[in-house]
């Protein structure tokens, strides 16, 4: 009789465990990772609110650019160790403030509506750069959505 009682008691354990939700398990962060999957999934979203081209599109463009702006997203030293040509160097951090200054007419007859298109690196910084120039007003900018090692691989045109 004891037994059973024994045996009754650890189904009752069992059944209260097994109704208990386990906590979800954290995600492992990748060690090759320089920031977490949170980012990746922010520029996603974004990528869903801008325009994108990809890297065939855009060396139509870099080779006939007409009017257009290419915008050069990285910080300083990345941009003089080798740029798209014609390229102009205008950081993510600090796009809203510097763009004005790579635009003629300003302050006085800023052209808004200018074809602009965005690159850097790897994809994320131009999606975010993209955006915070359509936040500021601008309405035709465009993120390159391509890693510039590609572009190298490519044998297309670097300039430094």
């Known amino acids: 009789m004891r037994l059973k009682k024994m045996i009754a008691a650890a189904w009752v354990v069992v059944i209260v465990f097994a109704s208990v939700p386990m906590a979800a398990e954290e995600p492992k962060p990748d ?21 994108l081209i990809d890297m065939e599109a855009f060396k139509k463009i870099a080779d006939n650019k007409g009017d257009a702006i290419i915008i050069d ?15 102009v160097n205008i950081p993510r951090g600090l ?3 510097k763009i004005w200054k790579a635009l003629a007419g300003f302050p006085d ?20 750069t993209t955006k915070a120039l359509q936040d500021v007003g601008f309405t035709n900018v465009t993120a390159v959505d391509m890693k510039l090692a590609d572009w190298v691989k490519a044998n297309y045109p670097i300039e430094r």
Do not use: M
């Open 73 to 87: 997203a990285r910080e300083p030293e990345e941009f003089t160790s080798g740029r798209v040509p014609g390229a």
């Open 31 to 51: 060690p090759n990772r320089a920031w977490p999957v949170q980012v990746d999934e922010h520029v996603a979203k974004v990528k869903k609110e801008i325009k």
């Open 95 to 97: 796009a809203e403030f």
């Open 109 to 128: 007859k800023t052209n808004t509506a200018l074809k602009i298109y965005v690159y850097c690196k790897i994809g994320g910084r131009a999606v975010l």
